[in-house]
T-cell receptor, first 114, second 116 residues
Framework: GENVEQHPSTLSVQEGDSAVIKCTYS??????FPWYKQELGKGPQLIID?????GEKKDQRIAVTLNKTAKHFSLHITETQPEDSAVYFC?????????????FGKGTRLHILP | DTEVTQTPKHLVMGMTNKKSLKCEQH?????MYWYKQKAKKPPELMFV???????INESVPSRFSPECPNSSLLNLHLHALQPEDSALYLC???????????????FGPGTRLTVL
């Protein structure tokens, strides 16, 4: 089955700097890669996703890149702000199959330092 | 309405109690999910309903019993739980199709369950 590795587990970044979180996946059939942000006491919130027919996607300060050959995908947050502090989960899924599941990475705790 | 709601927000129960968690969405989604999340861990899938039918049960103990009364509602009935079942229980939904497209899952805020 699919396995998603996520690094680092903790990341501290000065406010205004960029943050990068990296994930790898094992199943070459995976074709959908969402990123979730989870703040304390809340459920995960989908912040951006990318499908396997696209190499990069950007939404304001957030971007995601995908390298299908290397089975790597990354989240980039630019101009970080205090409200970016949260736990971020990457995930992979083989969308389109009846028994499809989203497989999560272990999460990255992002601290934005003032 | 682009929201998944869950009630209650917090629940404390004894090991002999019977309780239920509720989840509701009005996005017209046809796939709904229950996840369990322990502290500092990712969500773990428990059950998936597709078109009101149970399609995935991740070998969850029978003390957890899901129910999908209609396309907007999902319940999780709890009975004879153990202290190690204490966790955040998350509901999610996605568009779902006859082919089972489980992309773009939207999560509710969760129910914080404590079993004494």
């Amino acid at each position: 089955g699919e396995n998603v590795e996520q690094h680092p587990s903790t990341l501290s970044v000065q406010e205004g700097d960029s943050a990068v979180i990296k994930c790898t996946y094992s199943d070459s059939a995976s074709n959908y890669f969402p990123w979730y942000k989870q703040e304390l006491g809340k459920g995960p919130q989908l912040i951006i996703d990318i499908r396997s027919n696209v190499g990069e996607k950007k939404d304001q300060r957030i971007a995601v890149t995908l390298n299908k050959t290397a089975k790597h995908f990354s989240l980039h947050i630019t101009e970080t702000q205090p409200e970016d502090s949260a736990v971020y989960f990457c995930a992979a899924s083989n969308g389109g199959n009846r028994d499809d599941k989203i497989i999560f990475g272990k999460g990255t705790r992002l601290h934005i330092l003032p | 309405d682009t929201e998944v709601t869950q009630t209650p927000k917090h629940l404390v129960m004894g090991m002999t109690n019977k309780k239920s968690l509720k989840c509701e969405q009005h996005m017209g989604h046809r796939a709904m999910y229950w996840y369990k999340q322990k502290a500092k861990k990712p969500p773990e899938l428990m059950f998936v309903y597709s078109y009101e039918k149970l399609s995935i049960n991740e070998s969850v103990p029978s003390r957890f019993s899901p129910e999908c009364p209609n396309s907007s509602l999902l319940n999780l009935h709890l009975h004879a739980l153990q202290p190690e079942d204490s966790a955040l229980y998350l509901c999610a939904s996605s568009q779902g199709t006859a082919q089972g497209s489980y992309n773009e899952q939207f999560f509710g805020p969760g129910t914080r369950l404590t079993v004494l």
